[in-house]
Each structure stands twice: as C-alpha cells, then as structure tokens.
C-alpha cells in the first residue's frame, strides 16, 4: 500500500530533551516536505526537500533540523525544544511539482 | 510569499444541500497549481481536488468542483449533496514550481442532518 508513515504519533517531552520524528515513504518520491498545523493557522511549512542531499527552508524553519540521505527518509529534529514547538506536525510527499501531496497520519508534539 | 486566504472560518449546510467555499491568493505568477484538502476529526489531510493554472476548465471529481477564475485569483470549492461524511475542515492551498506549498486557515463545514 502506498502510503507515508510517521513515527511516534503522540509524542510528550521536556524542553531541552532532543526528539526525532521519523518520516517514511514507499512511492519512490523525489519531493518530501515538513508541516506543522496550528489553530487558526493552518498548516506551515517547515522545511522541505527535492531530493536526496537537497533540503531548505519552508516559512517556518527556526528551531528544526531535517536530512534527507536516502530517497524514502526525511526526519525532522528538535535538538532542543521549547513549549512554542507544540504542534501537530505532517510529512508530505509528492512525485513532482503540481502533482498531489500524500500526507502521513500526524504527529501531536507537547513539549512541556 | 504567495498567500491564500479562507474568508470563511466556519460554513454549515444541511445534508444534500449545496455549499460554497471561498479561497483567494496573491501570486504574481502565470504557472502555478491550486488544492483542496480535506482534514477530518481523524486529522488525515486528504485531497479532494487540484486545478493547473493552464487550465482554463474548472475540475470536478464526483460532487465537488471548483470554480476557478485566474484573473480574479479566485478558487471555490462546491460541494453538491452534502453528506454527513463532508464534515471536516477543508484547506485551499497553492503549489508554485518551485515546491512550496502555501495553504489557507481553513474553512470548518458542518452538516447538518
């Protein structure tokens, strides 16, 4: 089944306490990018990536890390959050430019 | 950044009724690609239907179409029939080629029975 998943889909945590949210997908894409939605805000993109090694900045990007060394994996790191990094954070990914983006499932941050 | 705007924070509409959701953006671009989402309470951001700048037809997928005008920088979504599983946020978003994906605050629809 072609899908992105996300891991862990509930996360809570100290400030300070580094975290990894992993993103996986299994359609070969070339395009994958980071989301985070907040109330009233919708959803904002926090970094984004065209292809392996080439990653950059969405509107949002302060505060986060991401990799990408093979095609299918895009992690996206706090090394040190803080409470305003409470979030419900998505994965995207999309074969090329104008075609859809699949989404994953979600992932609720609390960092208290 | 290119911006889109949901004027409409919440619709309601009964059920087989008809509904409109407004979205307009600011681009000074000519090629570009323009979404709606659907998100649940399962929070799952699930696409309902995508319409290329390019093309001057508006697209349609089953009981929801758009009405697409490029001058304007207008996109809206209609959706016939509504049904009780329409309950949902629904986001507008713009796609540039160059792999940013811009949405809107969101529109909440109620159904009602």
């Known amino acids: 089944e072609a899908q992105v998943t996300q891991n862990p889909r509930y996360l809570i945590t100290v400030t300070g306490k580094k975290l990894t949210v992993t993103c996986s997908q299994n359609?070969?894409?070339?395009?994958m990018s980071w989301y985070r939605q907040d109330p009233g805000l919708g959803l904002r993109q926090i970094y984004y990536?065209?292809?392996?090694?080439?990653?950059d900045k969405g509107d949002v990007p302060e505060g986060y890390k991401v990799s990408r060394k093979e095609k299918r994996n895009f992690p996206l790191i706090l090394e040190s959050p803080s409470p305003n990094q409470t979030s419900l954070y998505f994965c995207?990914?999309?074969?090329?430019?104008?075609?859809?983006?699949?989404f994953g499932p979600g992932t609720r941050l609390t960092v208290t | 950044a290119q911006t889109v705007t949901q004027s409409q924070p919440e619709m309601s509409v009964q059920e087989a009724e008809t509904v409109t959701l407004s979205c307009t953006y600011d681009?000074?671009?000519?090629?570009?690609?323009l979404f709606w989402y659907k998100q649940p309470p399962s929070r799952q951001m699930i696409l309902v239907i995508r319409?290329?700048?390019?093309?001057?037809q508006n697209a349609t997928e089953n009981r929801f179409s758009v009405n697409f005008q490029k001058a304007a920088k207008s996109f809206s979504l209609k959706i016939s029939d509504s049904q009780l599983g329409d309950a949902a946020m629904y986001f507008c978003?713009?796609?540039?080629?160059?792999?940013?994906?811009?949405f809107g605050k969101g529109t909440s629809l109620l159904v009602t029975p």
């Open positions: 995207a990914s999309s074969l090329v430019p104008g075609y859809e983006q699949y």
């Open positions: 319409q290329e700048a390019y093309k001057q």
């Open positions: 681009t000074s671009e000519s090629d570009y690609y």
């Open positions: 990536s065209m292809n392996v090694e080439v990653t």
């Open positions: 978003a713009y796609r540039s080629n160059w792999y940013a994906l811009n």
């Open positions: 359609m070969n894409h070339e395009y």
